[in-house]
């Protein structure tokens, strides 16, 4: 699992505090909205991506996601969907 750096998503949210912030009050893993906020070049494509993202721009934000997750976590979720990981989503 690789650790979050908070400083590639300035643009959008100031510390980790901000991020978690924002993912609880979406229902939403914390890797998802880190993800999403490396795809989006502002908080206004953060919102739309989280809320009807591309498909392009979903799947980055799974793949991204996926590289942040602790081995032993199955899913994820982005507001009321849940993403299943599987066993071999270990990757760095």
Same mark, same amino acid.
Not at 36 to 56: C, F, H, L
Not at 65 to 74: G, L
């Given at each position: 699992?690789?650790? %979050?750096?908070?400083?590639?998503?300035?643009?959008?949210?100031?510390? %980790?505090?901000?991020?978690?912030?924002?993912?609880?009050?979406?229902?939403?893993?914390?890797?998802?909205?880190?993800? &999403?906020?490396?795809?989006?070049?502002?908080?206004?494509?953060?919102?739309?991506?989280?809320?009807?993202?591309?498909?392009?721009?979903?799947?980055?934000?799974?793949? &991204?996601?996926?590289?942040?997750?602790?081995?032993?976590?199955?899913?994820?979720?982005?507001?009321?969907?849940?993403?299943?990981?599987?066993?071999?989503?270990?990757?760095?």
């Amino acid at each position: 699992m690789k650790r %979050f750096d908070v400083n590639d998503i300035t643009h959008i949210v100031k510390d %980790f505090d901000e991020l978690k912030q924002w993912a609880d009050s979406r229902e939403t893993s914390v890797e998802i909205a880190y993800a &999403i906020m490396k795809v989006a070049p502002s908080k206004q494509d953060a919102k739309r991506i989280w809320e009807n993202g591309s498909d392009i721009e979903c799947e980055s934000v799974v793949e &991204i996601a996926r590289k942040y997750v602790a081995e032993d976590e199955e899913e994820l979720y982005w507001g009321e969907e849940t993403i299943e990981l599987g066993r071999s989503h270990y990757k760095n």
